[in-house]
């Protein structure tokens, strides 16, 4: 747990409420959704759950190398700040935007794949 989510749990268990009213915006992103309920999910065999994150690491990987690959070449600064402009497009303080939702939604479908070669191979 990153420390500013461990912040907000202390505040909220001895105080009874947030410091969110006093801190704007909110000093971490909001989680994506489909990414937490990919990898939480849960299995009745220890098989499926451990090909499930390496699948994930396997499309994660492979989607950036071939997102980043169409970038203009440079610095790698200036193609993280890319990267990190292009993936917080549209981001709020409690949404994360369209193109970080639709690359993991391609990294999820792409590791379903994946995984089915993992039990297809084993």
Not at 67 to 76: E, F, I
Not at 98 to 115: E, H, K, S
Request: with cysteine.
């Amino acid at each position: 747990m990153s420390h500013c989510r461990s912040v907000h749990k202390a505040c909220v268990l001895l105080l009874g409420s947030s410091l969110g009213p006093l801190i704007s915006p909110p000093a971490y992103p909001p989680f994506d959704h489909n990414v937490r309920e990919y990898l939480t999910a849960s299995f009745k065999e220890e098989g499926p759950a451990l090909t499930r994150h390496f699948a994930f690491l396997e499309a994660l990987f492979t989607r950036a190398a071939s997102h980043l690959s169409t970038y203009k070449k440079g610095t790698p600064a200036a193609v993280a700040l890319s990267w990190y402009e292009w993936m917080s497009y549209g981001a709020t303080s409690t949404n994360v935007g369209t193109n970080r939702t639709t690359f993991y939604d391609g990294v999820i479908a792409a590791a379903q794949d994946v995984r089915c070669c993992f039990v297809i191979s084993c």
